[in-house]
Nanobody, 117 residues
Framework: QEQVTESGGGLVQPGGSLRLSCVASGINIPINVMSWFRQAPGKQRELVGRIIEGGTTKYVDSVKGRFTISRDHGSNTAYLQMNFLKPEDTAVYYC???????????WGQGTQVTVSS
């Protein structure tokens, strides 16, 4: 069964850190791009950043210098290391995995991140 599973969310104080994990399993086509999105209450889902096959990463301006995306070599596991968290980072974080050639993409169910004192 094809599925994408996020984990690692939780409650953290401002200035703290969290590490999210994303595992894409049961998928028998190459995953070329793995991305992290987030959706805050009342707002549209936005791209946080992505990692492309080969290791190139790209981030939205609001998280540059604070968030880092990585991927285990040769696997469909990606991570989002979040440092210096701010209350405005509070959202449900989603992982997205894409096979570029076919345009097929897979979404996870999301993990809640709450930044509050």
């Amino acid at each position: 069964q094809e599925q994408v599973t996020e984990s690692g969310g939780g409650l953290v104080q401002p200035g703290g850190s969290l590490r999210l994990s994303c595992v894409a399993s049961g998928i028998n086509i190459p995953i070329n791009v793995m991305s992290w999105f987030r959706q805050a209450p009342g707002k549209q889902r936005e791209l946080v950043g992505r990692i492309i096959e080969g290791g190139t990463t790209k981030y939205v301006d609001s998280v540059k210098g604070r968030f880092t995306i990585s991927r285990d070599h040769g696997s469909n596991t990606a991570y989002l290391q979040m440092n210096f968290l701010k209350p405005e980072d509070t959202a449900v974080y989603y992982c997205n995995a894409v096979n570029v050639a076919s345009g097929t993409f897979f979404w996870g169910q999301g993990t809640q991140v709450t930044v509050s004192s």
